[in-house]
């Protein structure tokens, strides 16, 4: 089975900061990798997908780069509705998800 | 408008059983791969199961193989999870997920339900 992990667990940021996410797979998967935010009490919201493409109605102050097995997430100017937690997904049939990077306010 | 509302969810005693549903709307359900996804309170998110537009292919994470069945119902536009030989680690929030695509990969989840709760405790 394919492993991810995001580094780091959480992070502070300020309104305005760029601020990036970690996720490596365990073994290499092309661009085949997802990135979803999630708010308290709220569903996931796809916000990424094959790496680097971004979901309609998604703010282009998100961004997503990698393939293989190291990706990254940015937010280039971080507003205040994008405090929540951001998890990577890898897309092949078995999907799985990383533990996820809970993003706070500094 | 895409609407997934999930339904079924509750307290259940350790190795009973339990069927959830996922009634969609707004897209065209039988041309989509659909999914299961859970969260353990307080936890992050695990992929349960996922079928094929046409039930072709299905899937389940080994943490449910054996014990739960997915199926679907293209006239009613309808998602199923049987449950059966519920665990204590069964307990969780199931989300109903549409995926991006009719196969079976990538799997990406564009649309998610609200989630049922599923309580495995005597």
């Known amino acids: 089975d394919i492993q991810m992990t995001q580094s780091p667990s959480s992070v502070s940021a300020s309104v305005g900061d760029r601020v990036t996410i970690t996720c490596r797979a365990s073994q290499g998967i092309s661009s085949w990798l997802a990135w979803y935010q999630q708010k308290p009490g709220k569903a996931p919201k796809l916000l990424i997908y094959a790496a680097s493409s971004l979901q309609s109605g998604v703010p282009s102050r998100f961004s997503g780069s990698g393939s293989g097995t190291d990706f990254t997430l940015t937010i280039s100017s971080l507003q205040p509705e994008d405090f929540a937690t951001y998890y990577c997904?890898?897309?092949?049939?078995?999907?799985?998800f990383g533990q996820g990077t809970r993003l706070e306010i500094k | 408008e895409v609407q997934l509302v999930e339904s079924g969810g509750g307290l259940v005693q350790p190795g009973r059983s339990l069927r959830l549903s996922c009634a969609a709307s707004?897209?065209?359900?039988?041309?989509?791969?659909m999914h299961w996804v859970r969260q353990a309170p307080g936890k992050g998110l695990e992929w349960v199961s996922g079928?094929?537009?046409?039930?072709?292919?299905?899937g389940y994470a080994d943490s449910v193989k054996g014990r739960f069945t997915i199926s679907r119902d293209n006239a009613k536009n309808s998602l199923y999870l049987q449950m059966n030989s519920l665990r204590a680690e069964d307990t969780a929030l199931y989300y109903c997920?549409?995926?991006?695509?009719?196969?079976?990969?990538?799997?990406?989840?564009?649309?998610w339900g609200q989630g049922t709760l599923v309580t495995v405790s005597s």
């Open positions: 707004g897209f065209t359900f039988d041309d989509y791969a």
């Open positions: 997904q890898q897309a092949n049939s078995f999907p799985a």
């Open positions: 079928i094929s537009w046409n039930s072709g292919s299905i």
């Open positions: 997920a549409k995926d991006r695509s009719s196969s079976s990969f990538p799997v990406y989840f564009d649309y």
